[in-house]
T-cell receptor
Framework: AQTVTQSQPEMSVQEAETVTLSCTYD???????LFWYKQPPSRQMILVIR??????QNATENRFSVNFQKAAKSFSLKISDSQLGDTAMYFC????????????FGPGTRLSVLP | KAGVTQTPRYLIKTRGQQVTLSCSPI?????VSWYQQTPGQGLQFLFE???????NKGNFPGRFSGRQFSNSRSEMNVSTLELGDSALYLC??????????????FGPGTRLTVL
């Protein structure tokens, strides 16, 4: 079974600074997908970024980028120029393949962006 | 396109009762997955439906069941409610066509409280 670990239960960062959230996973699969979702307080979960395991290039979406290290089974999220609206729970998620549309989620990291 | 919608948004039930939650996926999406989110257990996969068939099931008792209709709308049923069933129930839809379209899009959730 796959497992996802997020070792930082809570983090804080000053507005406009950069922060990196850690995620490690355990799997024997060679083809899979990794995602970061954010869940703002009392609001619904939205996709931040996704990475296909077969792609060596790290995904980026505006201020969000990942550092995907397949051999180390590591998938960290870097948020640049942090904004107050980035305050949320961040979940790292693993999806095995196209047939199993079921995420395995990490426990989450609560990120607070401070003014 | 309208996002994933879930009804009702809030629900209060007593132990022993049963409850039905509804999810309408994004138009054109054929896969609907359900997740339970609790502070203690985090996000856990319940089941996935695709073309009216259950394709994947998580590790939950048989009291939790679901179905999908021909228009891809899905319902989830929990019978003989227990206090521990209090949770946020999230529904997510995806096109399920493989490749880059397998991202799941989440609804706002139904907050179930069992008294």
């Amino acid at each position: 079974a796959q497992t996802v670990t997020q070792s930082q239960p809570e983090m804080s960062v000053q507005e406009a600074e950069t922060v990196t959230l850690s995620c490690t996973y355990d799997t024997s699969e060679s083809n899979y997908y990794l995602f970061w979702y954010k869940q703002p307080p009392s609001r619904q979960m939205i996709l931040v970024i996704r990475q296909e395991a077969y792609k060596q290039q790290n995904a980026t979406e505006n201020r969000f980028s990942v550092n995907f290290q397949k051999a180390a089974k590591s998938f960290s999220l870097k948020i640049s120029d942090s904004q107050l609206g980035d305050t949320a729970m961040y979940f790292c998620a693993f999806m095995k393949d196209n047939y199993g549309q079921n995420f395995v989620f990490g426990p989450g990291t609560r990120l607070s962006v401070l003014p | 396109k309208a996002g994933v919608t879930q009804t009702p948004r809030y629900l209060i039930k007593t132990r022993g009762q049963q409850v039905t939650l509804s999810c309408s996926p994004i138009s054109g999406h054929r896969s609907v997955s359900w997740y339970q989110q609790t502070p203690g257990q985090g996000l856990q996969f319940l089941f996935e439906y695709f073309s009216e068939t259950q394709r994947n099931k998580g590790n939950f008792p048989g009291r939790f069941s679901g179905r999908q209709f021909s228009n891809s709308r899905s319902e989830m049923n929990v019978s003989t409610l227990e206090l521990g069933d209090s949770a946020l129930y999230l529904c997510a839809s995806s096109p399920r066509q493989g490749g880059s379209t397998d991202t799941q899009y989440f609804g706002p959730g139904t907050r179930l409280t069992v008294l």
